[in-house]
């Protein structure tokens, strides 16, 4: 079992900054492809990014590329998103996952394990 605990989320103006965190416990960190997820009200879940276990590669979304960054620390078992330049229609809940794979993959049911998500909203 992996247990995984987000926090950073909250309310930003449009234009502004959130560093979204996501402490994993559990297991060997290291074994696991971390992502992140989103899902807006009324919408299904969708894939924001992902990294690999060990050698750090990312891959983004189409609409986060260049405005969010994903990264881990594996000494302290967390995998961070770091946001910029939010917009309105960023607002969701962000979920981190867990995915014990060699190759990254962006299909949440996939992953075999996931945080309880965090808020994020962006007012324009």
């Known amino acids: 079992q992996v247990q995984l605990v987000e926090s950073g989320g909250g309310l930003v103006q449009a234009g502004g900054s959130l560093r979204l965190s996501c402490v994993a416990s559990?297991?060997?960190?290291?074994?696991?492809?971390m992502g992140w997820f989103r899902q807006a009200p009324g919408k299904e879940r969708e894939f924001v990014a992902a990294?690999?276990?060990?050698?750090?590669?990312?891959y983004y979304a189409d609409s986060v590329k260049g405005r969010f960054t994903i990264s881990r620390d594996n000494a302290k078992n967390t995998v961070y998103l770091q946001m910029s330049s939010l917009k309105p229609e960023d607002t969701a809940v962000y979920y981190c996952?867990?995915?014990?794979?060699?190759?990254?993959?962006?299909?949440?049911?996939?992953?075999?394990?996931w945080g309880q998500g965090t808020q994020v909203t962006v007012s324009s």
């Open positions: 996952a867990a995915d014990l794979a060699i190759v990254v993959r962006t299909t949440g049911t996939e992953y075999d394990y």
């Open positions: 559990g297991r060997t960190f290291s074994n696991y492809v």
């Open positions: 990294i690999t276990r060990s050698d750090g590669r990312t």
